[in-house]
């Protein structure tokens, strides 16, 4: 490789909560550039959580975090191409990568729920995650499944 790795940006915190995962989660749900529109957006999701969280015991960041692991992948498979036919091998993933896959999960599928505005689906798919279901918890499962069925090939690892 000709340049070095580009350096990885330090981002601040929210101003809410002043939690660099939230702005992380926030940089990832905005579109065309709409940081503020975003930023609304998950406050209000959160405020709508909050009366599932008192239920739960627990503050409502705390339940939006406790989503995001319950979603979040452990492995994965990448294609690796090996005289001629092509393998689904299984990997570990980077952590970065996992709390990104998370993160993505959760807004693709909050997204194509049916709901009035995008605060109120995003309060909904991560209630569902939270409770072990909804869309995001399904495509963690379905990738870990993929990853079970391919286990045979994990000895081509990169």
Same mark, same amino acid.
Not at 13 to 31: E, G, I, S
Not at 73 to 85: D, H, L, Y
Not at 128 to 142: D, V
């Given at each position: 490789?000709?340049k070095s790795? $580009? ?9 809410k ?9 926030v940089?990832?749900?905005?579109l065309?550039g ?6 609304n957006?998950?406050?209000? $999701?959160?405020?709508?959580?909050e009366? @599932?969280? @008192?239920?739960?015991g /627990?503050?409502?960041?705390d339940?939006?975090?406790k989503a995001?692991?319950n979603v979040t992948?452990q492995?994965e498979? @990448?294609s690796r191409?090996i005289g ?12 970065? %990568?996992?709390?990104?896959l998370?993160?993505k999960?959760? /807004?693709?599928?909050?997204?194509k729920?049916?709901? %009035?505005?995008?605060a109120e689906k ?5 209630i569902a995650?939270?409770?072990n279901?909804?869309g995001?918890f @399904?495509r963690?499962?379905e /990738?870990?499944r993929? $990853? ?6 994990s000895?081509? %690892?990169f």
């Amino acid at each position: 490789m000709r340049k070095s790795r $580009a350096k990885r940006r330090i981002l601040p915190p929210d101003y809410k909560y002043n939690d660099v995962l939230v702005t992380r989660f926030v940089n990832n749900m905005m579109l065309r550039g709409k940081k503020q529109t975003a930023f609304n957006i998950f406050y209000k $999701a959160i405020e709508l959580l909050e009366k @599932k969280a @008192k239920e739960a015991g /627990i503050e409502p960041l705390d339940y939006w975090k406790k989503a995001l692991e319950n979603v979040t992948p452990q492995v994965e498979v @990448k294609s690796r191409r090996i005289g001629g036919a092509t393998f689904q091998v299984p990997t570990e993933i980077r952590p970065d %990568r996992k709390i990104t896959l998370s993160m993505k999960n959760i /807004i693709q599928y909050a997204r194509k729920r049916s709901g %009035r505005s995008m605060a109120e689906k995003l309060a909904a798919e991560i209630i569902a995650a939270y409770n072990n279901e909804g869309g995001a918890f @399904k495509r963690k499962e379905e /990738i870990h499944r993929m $990853a079970e069925a391919n286990k045979a090939f994990s000895h081509f %690892r990169f």
